[in-house]
């Protein structure tokens, strides 16, 4: 059947051989660990970007299809695929693994954020397992594989904050995967009867997406899926999970998370609800719009009243995602698209913002922004990044968040002109937000509280070494901390996820075409079905 | 009709010294009740023409098992022999609860047709059950032997004083 | 043609990529790159001027950017005519000339390598917004000048004011280009381009309703009021003196506030449709200018009486286009951007040798910066209008327009407005140059070459550039060429005025004639209200207190209290459920008991009842 | 005539019953007791998938059929893995070593029996081994109060719920005449039903509802599994509820098809009720045994989901669950033993930072509970997909919404335990050890657990095959 | 003769009376007697079926003489485990015996 290098199945071996790995290895090899682990992403970023050159776009549709049958009484067959919508996430994914791998291993350093709680060994193990299991979704071309990657995916994330997370780290894990499980929950549902109303018993995507249901049951099994697939994606009211989670979560944790398991909630939409219900999205899409406005407005509101940087952050990603899911809501080409590729940008975006925030927590030992001040000073590299990573965030033109947040409000205006008005409001809050943030951090006078590395050598000689360590554990106790700028192990993912941003935001057409390719054909599928 | 009027008795009597057992405050009071009602239930069976069960009920429930309570009662006489009282707190939930029941199972009954055989009660004969129990009924009789010795062995495990070692 | 505007574009662009990441340790070879660039694009874009000049017309390049819908394409391109390539000039110009006099200004200053990168990135912004040929990319464009002046207001970071008047600049602005985005983003629904040349063309053809044309006209407006600081968006720009001052010469002053003047000429066809989008300018324009000019006069800060004297300059551009003075406006615009730009230098001169900003600490500079002191004159002339200068032409072409127009109100503020305009000038002029000196322990001295000639320049420019008024009207024309009138009272009576307003400022300042002070004291309540600049800025924070921050506060605490409240409530629920479910476990076995008796008794009783 | 080739099983036990008997009367030294006690199970156990005679016998009372051959399976694997891991037990006390097999095998022979009876006196009867030996096994630890505790208030419940049982079924008999399953559906299918044919319906659901322990039948679980001895709770927490479903399954698939629509409801209720309960109540438990106690009155009740849909997919997806809930199962209960083995606690707090002292306990105790909650790729997820899957093509979706939200909660309060495990602290650091017996338990169970997840085909075919030769 | 029913009610009594004894004795004796009143409910439920409806079926006598047996056999493990706790508790009365609950 396979006549091609089976490159999905490979990435998927990859990481999971990466995992295996990690786990045999001794429990004091900590460098060999975050080597394979980095190799893991490495590759997985390679194949990813194969895929990427060897997709052939004239051809369209899904690509490396693999298929082995599995449980062929139940209709369950290890099929997976790839379209020009999945290889734009296999890409963001493999982008944002590579880079959390490496955030994350400068943290594991002693005195690093993870270097107190060690166990380089789960961390790296579950870290890739989770993306294992986030590639899995992308690729799955089988409901049934497709639903066991994605709880796959989430719930490493459990051990993940709750052993490596910060402040009420148990509390916001535990409801992190309660109401993603929860989520899944609805989509268990809505599988189910899909799987039965087809009267195929087959998981197949391929062959579901032939059937026509029958509008009224479209109309009832939309909802539950849209909102089971919108809990992950951050959907208003079900986005509580995720300031917290992401305020409690490592950083690399927070990248992957924020970066790419939310967007297995908006993809999910798309290949499951949107793709096989295009009677209920129509139905349904025009009343469910108002949730993805609320967020947009309201994300961006909480967003700016937020005191801990990571939660500005993460309420920035409710915001920023509401911008994803109105796309998906317009149901036409340019709406689409610039989801999908707001998908990738925020992905990529967000991933830089949690890489900093790491940076940056790692250093001051504090988020709070009051607390912060004049940074650029002492880390010029890291104020130009995070800079970067604001305008993406309030759609500058110039970074790929412009051209995605254009293209969504493009197509959404076609559909919903009057609510497309409201929501573009969320990007002047985003503007005020972005900018308070950059300047709390990095601008205006520098905070006492910290000093130039240089001069903190001096300083050695007057505090005895049980005083600083005191500080590095307690903030501030009224003596300086030294702040330096990012060194080369955590600059090398921050070029890069800039580097991305900008590169997309010039020359968005280089993804674009290949996100319009699976997008067209949704496009196709819903105006077929009128 | 002598008959008749004896099973009226019989019941009055089970049905009293029933009442009997789960009121009286001494427990060992209760056992004796325990013990006329199994003896009237024993009377319906002769009546209806049970002999072998009676014999059975008379010889293993009044003989053994009444024997082996009061035999405990006696053991744990310290407490028992107090008539302190013998009902829980909930008395008024449990009573509510059979008498549902009670209501439930005679409704249920009244309102199932019986077509019963007319005649007197036809009296079995034990060689025929001794033929059904080892004909059609050989494995739960062999079954309960196994039963009867896991009962004897785990009485004696628990019933016995450990020696300490 | 379009190689040359292409090394114009790229030119500043390939000087900020090297700047950025290779020359950045050195800051000669930086400030060099950056200046032969722009060098090279003020060439190109001279030669561009007498090509289009050779054969004025539209000239278009487009190339395909994002392909998803055939029938709207998103592309880059450029859209050449003489709007256009006047505008070009006049960027590569004063970009020029304010990279040369940094040399000098920013001469030791930490962010070296930082400024000349930015500002070559700024001046690639500018010069994309201004090729534009469709809307989206001018939108780009338009967001990247903003984020240039944010990032060169915020120069000195360190300093929190700084910071703030960058922060405040951006969101500022970024209310406006929230209408832009709308308004581009309407008109590609509504005709399916973004392209200027085919907007036209559809809306031409009568596609959109009147309300719909004026809507967009004013989301439109709404975008270049932003950006050139119309009331009640101008708040802005007064605090973006903040930044260093050739960047308040360049941005401030004459390419992107400028900008907004730009966009409505770009689009002025949509404007020609809509009667009331354009009283909407006027009337804005008008107060814009007149509010701006009042406040000017109560200011102690030298660049902030310039910043209002820009505010209050580009009202009068969108008086002009508000009353079909197309070329008077576009006109204005131009020249403006040679005197404002001579001004601010020339106040960055007098900063540089002093270290402050407050006229009342300097006087009698007349004496040490003789060429500084004469250029500003200049400069202050040809702001006041006074003839022979440049701005007297442009100047007077407005008002005549205004008049002509029959907008008789608009007229009379607008000529106060110019009194106020030389008043201010006077003033500041007085002040500085030739009144007492006011400072002590500081030895002033002329700047050096690097900085003064490009201020002489300038001058020469600003006195000069008047007399191509004509030409310039008969090449850019909306609609047909506007012969302008030869009239010749309006002239002369905005002179006198003029004239007698400088007269009224040596009155006061120079001769002390008249004591300012109690004048001051005369008019309290006015001198007030003007100091306090109309209290504008602090309905802004009243604003931004009680309702954003407000709001953002409530909305922050109903997610953590409401919409997580009523997370934290289902599972308290569920806690207090499974706590109370766990009572009936007492322990007791005849408890348990009554579960299994009273289970068989619900178990019928429910069979019963679903049967 | 008896066909004694059906019984090769039962024979088998009988006979192990008899040795050990006669060995524990032999020798002083208990120790080799356990070894033979280990082989015996296995040789029966292995005889079990070995020989597949089917037929009936006894007059008709005893059946061997692909059902009862998968559940006498069952019942052996269950016995053979706890007499695995009651080494440690028994070490600790060592009294009564021989009674101790004895009663379990004798237990494992009245559910053996259990599956295969088709006639109410030898169901009866079976039951009754296997109860009385649980009772007595529950209170085998008599130096703890609570074991007689346990002992005693198993018995007292027990002893009622099977005088309910009885009385349910002398009104079944009254109503039917005869005691043979497949009798009693002829009559029932040519007659008009009674009401106290209803009524005996009604009881017997709810007597076997004691068995396998669902709401609001349960209340004994979680004090008696809190008391028992913990290779016995392991047992009877296992042996007795298939047992329970595998008679529940016959009688009523036989017996009482005709009712189906009826009993159906109430058994759909019943799961309904348990499975919100029994999660609810596992909450805030702060005992390991008495939380699993609760998560097993959880998963039975998700298993009735299947019985209660009386279709093919539904008996098959309860049969799978049941060997997903045996190993799952198990597999917590093995390392719940091998770790109050060491440290001599049952609090859920005693397993903090259980990770840094075994991982292995630690990752087999996640993959026990994560199958329990349903979370694939593991064995207990594909039984909950197929039991909602059966349920979803019978229409009853909101069971499978109550279900599916539930098992959300039953992750909770799995992960509350799990926190325990992985992220806080030790509060002793000294590693946990596990003998051989133990560890090959440990290894069945958890490989159980993820083979049969990741291919539940190697036996689902096989199942479904049973059931319908089984319905036939 | 009387009626089948009169004699059932009786049974239903008696069965009644037993889950009353049950509910509420606090002697566990008690408790174990009350039991054996509703086995013996059953137990003649069985004789009075069989006599009044199948007279010619055994199935009834014979279930009443298992019945009996296993009786005998659970209340003899039932008083032994009592004497266990006896012996460590010196106590019989249920509601003590509570240790476990929640």
Known sequence: MIVHFPFLSAILSVTLLGALIIIVLPENKHFLMKVTAGVTGFISLVLSLALFVLYDRSLGGFQFVEQIAWLPRLGITYQVGIDGIGLAMLLLTGIVILTGVLISSHEFKAGGLLGATGRPKEFYALLLVLVAGVFGVFMSLDLFFFFLFYELAVLPMYLLIGIWGTGKKEYSAMKLTLYLLLGSAFILIGILALYFSSGLRTFDWLVLRSVAFPAHFQNIVFPVIFVGFGILAGLWPFHTWSPDGHASAPSAVSMLHAGVLMKLGAFGIIRVALELFPIGAKFWCPILVFLPIVNIVYGALSAMSQKDLKYVIAYSSVSHMGIVLLGICSLNALGLNGAVFQMFSHGVMTALFFALVGCIYGRTHTRILNEMGGLAKLAPFLAVAFTVGGLASLGLPGTSGFVAEFLVFLGAFKAYPALTVIAATGIVITAIYVLRVVQKIFFASLNPNYIPEADACTMKDQFTHEHLEEVSDSGHKGFPISVSDAVLLEKIPIVMLMGILILFGIWPSLIINVINIGVSSIVQTIGGSL | MIDMYLLYFLMIFAAVSAVGVVTFRNIFHGAICLGAMLLGIAGIYLIMGAEFVFAVQVLVYVGGILTLILFAIMLTSKIADRSILQANEQKTVSFLISAITLFVLIYAIVKTPFTTVQGPFIVVDTARIGKSLFLNNILPFEVISILLLAALVGAIVLARKDIKK | MFELTATVLLCPLAAFVLITFFTGKSEKISSLVSMVAMAVSLLSSLLIFALILSAPGDYELKIPWINILKDLPIEMGVLLNPVSSVMLMVVCTVSLFVQIYSVGYMHNDEGYSKYYSFISLFSFSMLGLVIANNLLQLYIFWELVGLCSYLLIGHWYHKPDAANAAKKAFVVTRFGDFGLLIAVIFLACKTGTFNFLEIERVIGSGILSPAAVTAVALLIFCGAAGKSAQFPLHIWLPDAMEGPTPISALIHAATMVAAGVYLVIRTYFIFDLSGTALSVIAIIGCSTAFMAGSIAIVQDDIKKVLAYSTISQLGYMMLALGVHGYTAGYFHLITHATFKALLFLGAGSVIHSLHTNNIWEMGRLFKNMKVTAVTFLIGGLALSGVYPTSGFFSKDAILIQTLESGHYVLFAVAFLTAGFTAFYMARVFFVVFLSKEKFSGKHPHESPAVMYVPLILLATLAVGLGFFSEGFSRLIFFGKINEPEHAVLIPLLSNLSAIGAIVLAWAIYQKELISAAALEQRFAFVHKFLKNKYYIDEMYVFCVKNILFVVSNAAGWFDRHIVDGAVNGAFYLTSSAAGALRKLQTGMVQNYAVGIFGGVILLWFFMNMMK | ?472 | MIAIQELLIFNSVIFAIGIYGALTRRNTIGILMSIELIFNSACLNFIVFGKYLYPSLLSGDIFVLFIITVAAAEVAVALALLLCIYRNSKNIFIEKISLMRG
């Not at chain 4, 009385?132 to 609570?146: D, G």
């Open chain 4, 1 to 472: 005539m008896i066909d004694f080739s059906l019984l090769k099983i039962e024979l088998l036990l009988c006979g192990l019953i008899a040795i050990l008997f006669i060995l524990d009367l032999l020798f002083t030294n208990k120790k080799p007791l356990h070894i033979v006690a280990i082989a015996g199970t296995f040789i029966t156990f292995a005889a079990a998938l070995f020989f597949r005679d089917t037929g009936t016998t006894f007059v008709g009372s005893f059946i061997s059929d692909d059902l009862s051959i998968f559940f006498k399976i069952l019942f052996l694997l269950n016995a053979f893995l706890v007499i695995l891991l009651s080494g440690d037990f028994l070490k600790k006390n060592p009294l009564y070593t021989g009674e101790y097999f004895i009663l379990l095998l004798s237990a494992t022979l009245g559910m053996v029996l259990m599956a295969s009876s088709s006639e109410l006196i030898t169901f009866y009867i079976s039951l009754e081994l296997m109860s009385i030996s649980s009772y007595i096994l529950s209170a085998y630890q008599k130096s703890n109060p609570r074991s007689g505790e346990a002992g005693l208030k198993y018995l007292l419940l027990g002893a009622m719920a099977s005088g309910m049982l009885l009385f349910g079924i002398s009104l079944l008999y009254g109503a039917a005449g005869t005691l043979h399953y497949a009798e009693i559906a002829g009559v029932i299918s040519a007659h008009a039903a009674s009401p106290i044919l209803y009524l005996a319906v009604v009881i017997i659901l709810a007597a076997m509802s004691f068995k396998i322990a669902v709401v609001p039948f349960h209340m004994w679980v979680p004090d008696v599994y809190e008391g028992a001895p913990t290779p016995v709770v392991a047992f009877f927490s296992v042996g007795t509820k298939i047992a329970g479903f595998a008679v529940l399954m016959r009688l009523f698939m036989t017996a009482f098809v005709g009712l189906k629509a009826e009993w159906g409801i109430l058994m759909a209720a019943i799961s309904a009720i348990t499975i919100i309960a029994g999660n609810l109540l596992a909450i805030p438990q702060t005992n390991i045994k008495r939380f699993l106690g609760y998560s097993s009155i959880a998963q039975a009740g998700y298993v009735l989901i299947g019985l209660a849909m009386a279709t093919v997919a539904g008996l098959s997806a309860t049969m799978f669950y049941l060997v997903a809930y045996l190993f799952s199962n198990l597999a917590g209960f093995a390392v719940i033993i091998i770790v109050s083995g060491k440290i001599e606690g049952d609090k859920i707090d005693d397993y903090k930072g259980l990770w840094k002292r075994s991982p292995i306990l630690a990752v087999c105790l996640l993959i026990s509970f994560m199958s329990l909650g349903g979370v694939p790729p593991l064995v207990g997820f594909f039984g909950k997909l197929y039991l909602f899957t059966s349920a979803v093509e019978n229409g009853y979706v909101w069971l499978v919404a109550i279900g599916v939200l539930m098992s959300v909660v039953s992750i909770y309060y799995y992960l509350i335990v799990l926190k325990r495990v992985y992220i806080d602290p030790p509060l002793d650091t000294s590693p946990i050890r596990a003998s051989i017996w133990e560890n090959t338990a440990l290894g069945i169970c958890v490989a159980g657990t993820l083979i049969f997840g990741i291919l539940p085909i190697l036996f689902f075919d096989s199942v479904v095959s049973s059931v319908q030769t089984f319905l036939k």
